[in-house]
């Protein structure tokens, strides 16, 4: 049992912590059906509308892990509060922006600021939860996230038909004005403050050459995936390699820095096996995930002219279906472990493959009602993975390490949607080119790719869930977390 009763306000601070962290996810999916609206607003270039996207996802990712650290060093509320502050007036700028260099610009500083906000939220929910009510409030975290990046394109468009095509734009920016001002008014009342620190200071370090090192890597990995259609030089696919070397040299300096000094990361954490197979089935199944509704969105936009609120409406069930199974996934998920993560993978994959069967039989203008079915069981099974799967990951990390834990786990998820994103539309284009246009055809090509990262996902899950008794494991370890500490 834990020896400090749990916080009372618990359950305001985690939807305080629900409605920042949606805010900031929800820019990562809300700006792409904008992006029309942005191009005749302010003129802007095929290559900073694409820097208006991969900017912020670039910031995003580059900021997860240092921000985990910052936050488990310095104190998650404070980090947090900080955070949302500078996401708001970096929202004020996108959406006043009088060019489209200064909204790449602006773009930037909100994804730095959304990189600072989201690390706090899975640490806080570690460390106020305990046993079943965190694999509740993770669920609840989960359910965020899959309706955060589903429903992003259904709302921008919604605001776009409200206020014109020609400003719209400006109106996805605007939003999150009075939610950010509301979630700092109600974190200062209630996320619970920074507890007393022994007066170590190799604890209260931020390891400034870790986090240049693991910032390097993560640039290098992230651009050239980002830019992909865009960047044909020998030296992108070059920068891979500049990344594998600056991974090694980070890997040294936190092994000598970790002697006598916390880490930016701490390399113990890759020594638990739930969290080293958790992050692969994040990565590879937000590949899958975010890659759906990159080439859904185009397919149904440019392919069948769809509006930008239609093609929002078209990939919604996706959204209500994950939404419908998070919280019961949240429930089971410590009895069940990663055998439900792995059931959950399956239903995906069976949405998905009836997608396709929907494309194939009718893939004209009425494909929005076919699909609709289809990605509905797809997202009954997503409930059970995101926030399952997080629950698992981190159901072994220690709590002083929840922040950088969780900011590792993130960027992982991260790269996994760069990746996806990348491939799945090389594929995507690539059919584009072979078919002369077609694209129903080339759709259905993406749709084989993204099975694909589903089903390695299903392989992780598999492998621990068949060599291990995954749910006994994680339900001890959650339900009793002064076990965390005896690590």
């Known amino acids: 049992m834990s020896s400090t009763a749990p916080n009372p306000d618990r359950w305001k601070a985690l939807a305080v912590c629900l409605v920042a962290g949606f805010m900031t996810l929800l820019d990562i999916s809300i700006v792409n059906v904008a992006l029309p609206s942005i191009k005749t607003g302010l003129h802007a270039q095929e290559n900073e509308l694409e820097w208006i996207v991969s900017g912020y996802a670039l910031a995003f990712g580059l900021l997860l892990v240092p921000a985990g650290r910052l936050g488990d060093a310095r104190g998650r509320r404070s980090v947090f509060m900080i955070g949302v502050a ?8 996108c959406g006043a922006a009088p060019s489209s260099t200064f909204l790449v610009f602006a773009r930037g500083i909100q994804g730095l600021a959304g990189g600072l906000v989201t690390p706090q939220v899975t640490g806080l929910i570690q460390t106020m939860f305990e046993g079943e009510e965190r694999g509740k409030a993770f669920g609840y975290f989960g359910t965020v996230v899959g309706i955060s990046t589903a429903i992003g394109p259904l709302l921008g468009g919604a605001l776009i038909a409200l206020f014109g095509t020609h400003s719209g734009w400006r109106a996805v920016f605007f939003v999150n004005l009075p939610v950010g001002a509301l979630a700092l008014i109600l974190a200062r009342r209630y996320l619970p403050a920074p507890e007393p620190r022994p007066a170590d200071a190799g604890r209260t370090e931020l390891d400034p050459v870790g986090v240049a090192l693991l910032g390097l890597t ?61 992050s692969g089935v994040g ?19 440019i392919g069948l002219h769809y509006s930008a609120l239609g093609a929002g409406l078209a990939s919604t069930p996706f959204a209500i279906g994950g939404a419908l199974t998070a919280s019961l996934g949240s429930r089971h998920v410590l009895r069940q472990g990663r055998k439900l993560v792995a059931f959950g993978l399956v239903t995906v994959i069976i949405g998905l493959a009836l997608v396709w069967l929907a494309v194939h039989h009718d893939p004209g203008h ?3 009602y076919w699909i609709a079915l289809p990605l509905l069981i797809a997202g009954l099974g997503g409930g059970f993975v995101i926030s399952p799967n997080q629950t698992l990951t981190l159901s072994e990390v220690p709590n002083e390490r929840a922040g950088s834990a969780g900011g590792v786990l993130q960027t992982f ?4 949607s760069a990746a996806g994103i990348a491939v799945t539309g090389s594929v995507f284009y690539a059919g584009l080119t072979s078919t002369h246009g077609d694209f129903a055809g080339a759709f259905r090509h993406g749709v084989v790719m993204i ?5 390695a996902a299903l392989a992780l899950a ?24 005896q690590q």
């Not at 099975?451 to 089903?455: D, H, R």
């Not at 068949?466 to 965390?484: E, M, Y």
Request: include cysteine.
């Open 86 to 93: 500078l996401f708001v007036l970096a929202s004020t700028a």
């Open 218 to 278: 993560v640039i290098c990995i992230l651009v050239p995936f980002i830019e992909e259609q865009t960047w044909h030089s020998p030296l992108r696919p070059a920068l891979f390699g500049v990344a594998a070397v600056l991974a090694v040299g980070w890997v040294l300096h936190e092994r000598r820095y970790g002697r006598t000094h916390e880490p930016v990361v701490n390399l113990s954490l890759f020594e638990i096996r739930s969290y080293v197979l958790g």
């Open 283 to 301: 990565l590879l199944y937000f590949a899958g995930f975010t890659g759906t509704f990159f080439i859904l969105t185009q397919y149904l936009q």
């Open 366 to 368: 009425d494909v929005g």
């Open 413 to 416: 998820q991260r790269i996994g």
């Open 451 to 455: 099975v694909a990262f589903v089903a």
């Open 462 to 485: 598999l492998a621990d869930a068949l060599t291990t008794k995954t749910g006994s494991r994680s339900g001890l370890r959650a339900a009793r977390p002064d076990a965390q500490h």
